[in-house]
């Protein structure tokens, strides 16, 4: 009988444990931070989330390691741009001691991209040509990009229930540059209407 307790004991505290889960976005899976919009969508063992750009703020996101998380986590994200002006540059810092294992893909939606490591914790993204007015798919978010690939990120020891940042800026052509592009654009007009008359 004593045994049956015990067992009885046993399974209600296992009850009580919570299910291993995977990385997540402190806050809530949906969110806005810094005036922008976050939907986390990350599973076990990958850290994937939308970002809606909607100030020139950075963005700041706080991720919970889960228990099904190990010492190298897959990460891929779209970053869609409803500023109504063309990003230049993403750069990703990350905290907390976490940093890159390996860098992936960037692809726009109409231009190129590069990527940069430019220290183990910190990567720049530049989009070619005048920037990009749409979003920036980095990794392989929705898994059927031919030729993207996945970034990685070393969690340097961070066990379950421990957090990281990831702060996300972004880099547009300052209010000067545009003016003279178009003022640019204007004299170039000018002088085409010219040589047709």
Do not use: C
Not at 165 to 178: C, F, R
């Amino acid at each position: 009988m004593k045994f049956i307790s015990s067992l009885i004991a046993a399974a209600a505290a296992l009850a009580l444990v919570p299910a291993a889960h995977a990385v997540s976005l402190q806050g809530g899976a949906a969110q806005t931070v810094a005036g922008n919009l976050v939907d986390d969508f990350s599973t076990d063992g990958l850290l994937s989330f939308d970002l809606g750009l909607q100030t020139l703020q950075p963005v700041t996101l706080n991720f919970v390691v889960g228990a099904n998380d190990g010492g190298s986590l897959p990460f891929a994200a779209l970053v869609s741009n409803f500023l109504g002006y063309n990003v230049q540059s993403l750069n990703i810092s990350l905290g907390n001691g976490v940093t890159f294992d390996m860098l992936g893909t960037a692809i726009p939606a109409f231009n190129s991209a590069t990527v940069g490591l430019l220290n183990g914790s910190e990567a720049l993204v530049s989009v070619a040509g005048v920037g990009e007015g749409v979003h920036v798919e980095l990794g392989n978010v929705f898994g059927d990009t031919p030729g993207a690939t996945d970034w990685t990120l070393n969690l340097n020891g961070l066990q379950a229930g421990q957090s990281f940042s990831m702060t996300i800026t972004t880099a547009v052509p300052e209010p000067s540059a545009i003016a003279m592009v178009l003022a640019g654009l204007g004299v170039a007009a000018g002088v085409a209407r010219r040589r047709q008359a």
